[in-house]
């Protein structure tokens, strides 16, 4: 897919192992990785094995004559696409934050003229430092993509977040960044001509083992409805959406995940955008521990347990990222209470607005949706339309919250061009 060229750092910590694994899906889809190894790094994976993954040679220091006359710190900074630094310590973005430039690393980091992503591993207080909380702060002020890291038992033997995001969601990531940007249209006369609208859509699939997974009945249509018409009506528009059939809309940027970890990880690098409307129905909880192997039944009758544990909350984290998008739109699938429901749900998760739905009937399959928009100002309530039309009454509020000097829709659905 990709023909896009990488610069991987390979950080000092017990998770570059996992680098490996994320060049060997960089290469599988489409690109081409040069690899950086850091001192630290080189404690834990060898350049041996990085050159054998990438097939590339692998750059370790500041000081090789031979690397440096032949292609020099700064072209290698520059001659990427994107550059990634995979796994980020803690010890790393404190340098990258500070602008320090003395080894390899860092001063490819501090030259480079492209995107930056950083991939952050380190024991859980390290992550909740004051210092780390500071230092990504500031990194994500000044451009740089640090994704969230994953919760769960360290190698530390501690519990918490500080996981290396496994290689898949990196590299959903990865493509999401750099998914092509859709030229603006040269006219603002659309309701949402320069914005920047990131939409969530469909299930995740959480894999039990290979071939099983725990999945929802979402069929994306909703979600797939708005970012349409808020393409329509001007917007750029990434789409991360979870597995589902459904054809891409016209000028649509989509991000294909399949877990809640993966579609975490696209969310954050997708990110600026003014608005976030996430209508995927993300699955509350994945497998502790889906394995390489087909679980099989072992003749005794009891079924082999099934721990799980929480995936993260992209909405309520997107909500207190510092880059948080100007509006933030959640869905609420309700089957009783809908309103006080989507009331409280408002207030825990940070969302602008909660549009809730009854899904008590077959809302998650049909076609037709009846929704409420709760905001801070009250409770909007439309009556059961087809989920086309709900995506564009809802763009067109959106367009009227973001420009409140632009003239009010009257009826939604013929509000934008066909
Ligand atoms: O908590 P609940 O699933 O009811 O919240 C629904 C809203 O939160 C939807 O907007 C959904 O996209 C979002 N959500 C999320 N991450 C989760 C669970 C829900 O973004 N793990």
Redesign the pocket.
């Known amino acids: 897919m990709l023909q896009k060229r990488i610069l991987l750092i390979v950080g000092g910590g017990i998770a570059a192992y996992k680098a490996c694994e994320l060049v060997r899906l960089i290469r599988k889809g489409g690109g081409d990785v040069t690899c950086v190894l850091t001192e630290g790094g080189a404690h834990f994976v060898t350049a041996m094995t990085l050159a054998a993954l990438s097939e590339n040679p692998v750059h370790t220091t500041l000081w090789d004559l031979k690397n440096e006359v032949e292609m020099g710190h700064i072209q290698l900074s520059r001659q990427a696409d994107l550059v990634v630094v995979c796994p980020a310590t803690a010890d790393l973005m404190a340098r990258m934050a500070a602008g320090i430039a003395d080894d390899l690393a860092t001063t490819l980091l501090l030259a480079t003229d492209k995107p930056v992503m950083a991939v952050p591993a380190m024991n859980v207080r390290m992550w909740q430092h004051a210092a780390t909380v500071r230092n990504v702060a500031t990194l994500r002020a000044s451009g740089v993509t640090v994704l969230e890291p994953d919760e769960g038992a360290m190698a530390c033997g501690e519990f918490g977040p500080g996981r290396l995001p496994e290689p898949a969601a990196v590299w959903t990531a990865i493509e999401a960044a750099l998914a092509p940007r859709q030229p603006l249209p040269a006219a603002a006369a659309l309701p949402l001509a320069g914005r920047h609208v990131l939409v969530?859509a469909g299930p995740t699939h959480e894999p039990i083992d290979p071939v099983r997974y725990i999945a929802n009945r979402s069929s994306g249509r909703q979600g797939f409805a708005i970012a349409e018409a808020a393409a329509r009506a001007g917007a750029r528009v990434t789409l991360v959406a979870g597995p589902v059939a459904l054809p891409t809309p016209p000028r649509v940027v989509r991000v294909n995940v399949e877990t809640?970890r993966e579609m975490a990880a696209a969310v954050e690098a997708a990110l600026p955008a003014d608005v976030a409307v996430?209508?995927?129905?993300?699955?509350?909880w994945r497998t502790a521990d889906a394995g390489p192997h087909k679980l099989k039944k072992d003749g005794s009758g009891t079924p082999p347990p099934l721990a799980l544990v929480e995936?993260?909350?992209?909405?309520?984290n997107?909500c207190r990222n510092p880059r948080r998008p100007a509006l933030v739109v959640?869905?609420?699938?309700e089957t009783d209470d809908v309103i006080a429901h989507a009331v409280a749900?408002r207030a825990r998760?940070g969302?602008d607005w909660?549009v809730a739905n009854d899904v008590s009937g077959d809302v998650m399959g049909g076609a037709t949706n009846a929704v409420h928009i709760v905001a801070a100002d009250g409770v909007d309530s439309l009556p059961e339309m087809p989920k086309e039309h709900v995506a564009e009454a809802l763009v067109a509020r959106i367009a009227q919250t973001l420009s409140p000097m632009a003239p009010a829709p009257s009826t939604p659905p013929t509000e934008f061009p066909a």
Do not use: S
């Open positions: 969530t809640a996430m209508v995927a129905a993300v699955a509350d995936n993260p909350d992209i909405l309520a997107l959640g869905f609420a699938a749900k998760k969302a909660i």
